[in-house]
């Protein structure tokens, strides 16, 4: 266990050498658990000084430990590290996780899963939404337990969201390729219809204005490399920008070998910023400056906004989540 950080269950569940589960039913004094497993769990939880979430305990041992998890199924690296990020904070607060996937969001599909939800006894429900569709599909739905969705922002109440400041993030992002001395910065951008891009559109289009230049229009469409690369070979054959900000580190890769097999040389003839920090973007080619999510404090906070709620309490309507850039050798000063 890091000294930096106060004790979690997954410590007391490796101390005394059993599952969360039961560290779990000890806390909550099931009756299913033997002695001399109980007296292990215990003296586990007095060597490393653990205290569980008051909140946590609440839920558990008053409700059914359960939470629903709702999301796209996207095995895009976002959605897929939020999900991970939930399940590996409910884990570590010894919950339960109902997941649910849907591929469209029609008002229709959202009520049927969420009142399978409620069938199950769940306390609560994640909500991972990613577009417009799926934010109007939650709100039109009664829920009897409290929801938190990630992603959107300025929900009405009860609604609470926690979500990646992707706005700042992108400002984040420009903001170092304006210092290095860029004043034609492209936006290689996610398809609009996702709120994440919509956010690292706003926060590039801001971030150029804020230092008084005109931006071009931004380059939409999907979040793949194969794209990056086709955009990447357009930008070559028209006249590239000397930076160019990407929405995610995909479609940076795909620019990175339009740019090789071009003879371009990054960041000599032209910047690439990505975002998410995907792993082995420091093993690009070169490694690549890009914007970290931090994906387990989101998971942490969801949970801890969700819990809080069910609790009684009343946590903020919407939190984000500050993203950092992580500066490799993508990036550098526009030739003269």
Do not use: K
């Not at 490393?48 to 095995?75: D, E, K, Q, W």
């Not at 398809?191 to 008084?212: M, N």
């Amino acid at each position: 266990m890091s000294s930096t950080r106060p004790p979690v269950m997954s410590d007391v569940a490796a101390l005394a050498g059993v599952s969360h589960q039961t560290v779990s039913r000890v806390l909550n004094d099931h009756p299913s658990v033997r002695p001399a497993t109980r007296r292990r769990v215990l003296d586990a939880v007095a060597a490393l000084g653990y205290r569980p979430n008051l909140a946590a305990r609440a839920l558990v041992t008053r409700r059914s430990g359960t939470i629903g998890v709702l999301s796209s199924g996207s095995a895009l690296f976002g959605p897929t590290s939020t999900l991970i990020a939930i399940e590996n904070a409910a884990r570590e607060l010894g919950l339960f996780v109902s997941l649910a996937t849907l591929p469209a969001w029609s008002s229709d599909d959202v009520a049927s899963v969420l009142e399978h939800f409620m069938t199950e006894g769940v306390d609560g429900v994640v909500v991972l939404a990613a577009h417009d569709d799926a934010v109007e599909a939650v709100r039109s739905f009664a829920s009897p337990v409290p929801v938190v969705m990630v992603g959107p922002m300025a929900l009405p109440a009860p609604l609470r969201s926690v979500a990646v400041d992707h706005y700042a993030g992108a400002r984040q992002a420009v903001r170092h390729l304006l210092d290095l001395g860029h004043r034609d910065v492209l936006h290689l951008a996610g398809p609009t219809d996702w709120l994440d891009a919509r956010r690292r559109i706003e926060g590039w289009h801001d971030e150029l204005a804020a230092a008084g230049i005109e931006s071009r229009e931004p380059s939409t469409g999907d979040w793949s490399a194969d794209r990056g690369y086709a955009v990447g070979r357009e930008l070559v054959a028209g006249g590239p920008p000397t930076a160019v900000f990407a929405a995610n580190d995909q479609l940076a890769l795909g620019l990175l070998r339009a740019f090789w097999e071009a003879d371009l040389r990054v960041p000599d003839d032209v910047s690439v910023v990505g975002f998410d920090d995907v792993d082995g973007s420091a093993h690009f080619v070169p490694p690549l400056t890009t914007v970290r999510q931090d994906f387990g404090r989101l998971g942490e906070r969801c949970l801890q906004v969700l819990l809080e709620t069910i609790a009684g309490g009343t946590p903020p309507g919407s939190e984000l989540i500050p993203t950092s850039l992580v500066v490799r050798g993508s990036t550098g000063a526009p030739r003269a």
